[in-house]
């Protein structure tokens, strides 16, 4: 069982920044996939970017590329989204997410809880 904390949210004027962790305990997070989702209010959750557990590859949805990253440290079972020149479109909860099922099967999907993110003047 993965448990799953956000962090780092918070109130950030338009072209500001901030960056999310999410540290993950029960497990190590070297075979898993994991990423940020994001849900704005009366919107679907949607994908803002993962990173394998293979070989580092990165994804990101078109609405952050170029201002987003994202990054990971096995060692320490974190995950990192830095963002920047956020837009008053980035609020939403944001979420980490955890998908092992490529090596340890199904069931080995796990969410936190979320943190939210709100950019307005």
């Known amino acids: 069982q993965v448990q799953l904390v956000e962090s780092g949210g918070g109130l950030v004027r338009p072209g500001g920044s901030l960056r999310l962790s999410c540290a993950a305990s029960?497990?190590?997070?070297?075979?898993?996939?994991i990423g940020w989702f994001r849900q704005a209010p009366g919107k679907e959750r949607e994908g803002v970017s993962c990173?394998?557990?293979?070989?580092?590859?990165?994804a990101y949805a078109d609405s952050v590329k170029g201002r987003f990253s994202i990054s990971r440290d096995n060692g320490q079972s974190m995950l990192y989204l830095q963002m920047n020149s956020l837009k008053p479109e980035d609020t939403a909860a944001y979420f980490c997410?955890?998908?092992?099922?490529?090596?340890?099967?199904?069931?080995?999907?796990?969410w936190g809880l979320g943190t939210q993110v709100t950019v307005s003047s």
């Open positions: 997410h955890a998908d092992g099922s490529s090596y340890y099967g199904p069931g080995t999907k796990y």
């Open positions: 990173i394998s557990s293979s070989d580092g590859t990165t």
């Open positions: 029960g497990a190590t997070l070297h075979y898993y996939a």
